[in-house]
């Protein structure tokens, strides 16, 4: 039912998207072994329909701000691949120049304004730049991405409070996958519904599936439009889960802090292929279509890491280049 | 900044310690409001926040009544919540913005580390130069009338620490317009601390808006025995302490840094070249912090030409207490620098 109201044109987009994603993080995994990659990265493999679905609603000059688990944001408000990879490669080419890694991405020219690897870091700066746009009217809604873990943090109940007191125009995204690091949810938070956090300052806040990138897309469209039109502030708990260990490649101690069975459970429910076996039983994709997809996807991945391997690494003598503006 | 004119001298003009009449003079506060008053006219950019910049005391004078003429948007009051608040102003600020956030008291500070520190101070670095964050801070160091341990603290110290923040502690209010000017204009994180004793002191401030460049230091007083640099309100303490000093036949120079960082490392080595002697006096506590600080710079760049060790004026290791009798027994001021500036020639003769 959900999927009939998206036109076809942006469900192909949407998993042209996440593929393009997943694929990315699973280039990442195969190659970290290596240690040429020299920082910490964090899969959001299992997480790709939240990045998708919501970046599908911005324009290219709306804010996004994000956290560690940053890739799938980047690339779904369009960052160029070529700079992420490079960065993971600690590259003077890389979106940061070498001095931010893998969770300090950034790419302003199309709206994206940094990721904080301090769990809510995030929340306030987005607030603030929801601010800037009431201040300027200049019409732009504001996202910020963030986890369960983050909605532990004061700052996000202080922003909520700012945003809903000024009426601003942001959207606060929680991506709940249940755990930090290897803390799960039921460990650290007194009620496991984090959208009824919003009721606190009464704004509009919803669950849902964040596994089901339709449900995602649509709304986050409202919510996206709701802000845009001066309404003030809404907050998506979106449910999905984390694939793979909190850092690094797989997951090989996951029997240790996971449920087997609710794992079993998420990865049948896997966002990328329930979109793809819908888009295939609907012939919205077809065979032909998802190979085609898949090889461009996989040219420009080989072109990034390419790129990203040749190129130069910051020089020393500029250490203390761009401390300060 | 197009709006202003930028200004080194080596000397405050009309500065002196026995005021004359006749040239317009403003306390910090009056300095602070007007500067506000005219760049707030001037960029559109530019916003006043902060908890209680629009009551009836207007941040101790610093933003009365901005409001009722630049609307409550541009001007606003704003709940505690100082994290997520700093993190706002940092936010607008990566946005073009250029906002201006009040404390009553540095104390509160401390609440928003992780938005200084983690965030507003990095992040220019962290992205490789993408993003600037021109944010101005400003808070009062609330020294007296027994506001203890809480509500008196300077904590300079601690954000000298940090890299990425500049640091500005005006000592009179025509710096405090100049500085003010500069931080504002700046494309980066600036922490603006004042001190409630230097609001009653008056100094002449020009009309017209001025920048005063970061880093560079001035000779409130010359002298040739003793070099004393003052930092904040202990510039004014140094300044009555000369008085004394000069009848017991001891000529101190007396340098106010203005800003801790940059440090104008060069005015104080100059200064100690001549005099060959050097006491730093501090609002703030001595251990690693900006005493400290400053001693070292001088032991590694200046250290032949001290004919003595260098000495600090600085707090006592312990919280602020309340009582005044205690408060007095706590706080440094004019009579230790005659007492440590006595000693240093003693020793020298």
């Known amino acids: 039912m959900r999927m009939k109201s998206i036109s076809s044109t942006t469900l192909l987009k949407l998993y042209q998207e996440m593929l393009k994603i997943r694929k990315l993080q699973l280039k990442i995994e195969a190659e970290y072994h290596k240690d040429e990659m020299k920082t910490p990265v964090h899969l959001c493999i299992g997480q790709e329909a939240i990045s998708s679905g919501v970046c599908a609603n911005l324009k290219k000059d709306d804010y996004l701000f994000s956290n560690h688990r940053s890739h799938g944001h980047y690339i779904a408000k369009g960052g160029d691949v070529k700079k992420l990879v490079a960065e993971l490669y600690c590259k003077e080419t890389g979106c940061s120049k070498g001095r931010g890694g893998s969770m300090h991405l950034i790419a302003t020219k199309v709206g994206h304004m940094g990721s904080s690897a301090i769990v809510a870091g995030s929340i306030p700066i987005a607030t603030g730049a929801a601010l800037s746009s009431v201040l300027k009217k200049d019409g732009k809604v504001s996202v910020v991405f963030f986890g369960d873990a983050a909605t532990e943090e004061g700052v996000f109940f202080e922003s909520m409070n700012f945003a809903t007191l000024k009426k601003l125009p942001i959207v606060y995204v929680c991506e709940n996958n249940f755990y930090s690091v290897c803390s799960h949810q039921s460990a650290r938070e007194a009620n496991p519904d984090i959208s009824m956090r919003g009721k606190a300052f009464d704004i509009p806040a919803y669950q849902i599936d964040g596994s089901d990138v339709c449900e995602v897309y649509l709304k986050s469209r409202e919510a996206i439009n709701c802000a845009r039109r001066g309404r003030g502030p809404v907050l998506l708990e979106c449910r999905a889960y984390r694939f793979r260990a909190h850092a690094g490649a797989g997951d090989p101690h996951k029997d240790t802090y996971r449920n087997i069975n609710e794992w079993k459970e998420w990865i049948r429910k896997d966002p990328l292929k329930s979109l793809e076996r819908k888009l295939l039983k609907n012939n919205i994709l077809t065979k032909e279509k998802k190979s085609k997809i898949s090889k461009t996807i996989d040219k420009e991945l080989t072109e990034a890491f390419k790129f990203a391997k040749e190129s130069i690494l910051p020089n020393k003598k500029d250490l203390k280049k761009y401390l300060f503006r | ?349």
């Not at chain 2, 001595?286 to 003595?308: C, H, M, P, T």
């Open chain 2, 1 to 349: 900044m197009p709006w202003t004119k930028f200004l080194i001298e080596t000397k405050e003009p009309g500065f002196d310690e026995h005021p004359d009449k006749i040239k317009r003079k403003l306390n910090v506060s009056e300095s602070i409001r007007e500067t506000l008053y005219q760049v707030l006219g001037k960029d559109e950019r530019i916003f006043v926040m902060g908890q209680g910049v629009d009551d009836y005391t207007g941040m101790f004078g610093m933003t009365l009544n901005l409001h009722k003429k630049y609307g409550k948007k541009r001007v606003f009051d704003t709940p505690l919540s100082e994290n997520a608040l700093t993190g706002i102003a940092s936010g607008a600020a990566i946005c073009g913005m250029r906002p201006v956030y009040f404390h009553n008291r540095p104390d509160f500070l401390l609440l928003a580390m992780d938005q200084i520190v983690n965030h507003a101070s990095k992040y220019s670095y962290i992205f490789g130069g993408e993003l600037q964050v021109p944010l101005v801070i400003v808070a009062v160091i609330g020294r007296g009338w027994g506001s203890g341990a809480q509500h008196s603290q300077a904590l300079h110290g601690l954000f000298m620490h940090i890299p990425g923040l500049r640091l500005v502690m005006p000592s009179t209010a025509y710096d405090a317009k100049g500085l003010l000017v500069r931080s504002i204009a700046d494309n980066n994180p600036v922490l603006f601390i004042e001190h409630r004793w230097l609001f009653k002191h008056q100094s002449y401030v020009p009309r017209e808006l001025y920048s005063i460049p970061f880093g560079k230091g001035l000779i409130r007083r010359e002298g040739k025995d003793v070099t004393v640099v003052g930092i904040s309100y202990m510039v004014i303490e140094a300044l009555r302490a000369a008085e004394k000093l000069k009848e017991q036949g001891c000529d101190i120079e007396v340098i106010d840094l203005r800003t801790l960082k940059p440090l104008d490392v060069e005015i104080i080595i100059n200064s100690v070249k001549k005099t060959g002697h050097l006491i730093i006096a501090d609002t703030d506590w001595g251990i690693a912090g900006a005493a400290s600080e400053i001693a070292a710079v001088v032991a590694d760049q200046g250290f032949r030409y001290l004919k003595a060790p260098i000495k600090r004026i600085t707090w006592p290791d312990i919280p602020i207490p309340s009582s005044y009798v205690l408060e007095e027994a706590f706080y440094p001021g004019a009579d230790d620098i005659i007492n440590t500036a006595a000693d240093l020639m003693k020793g020298q003769s």
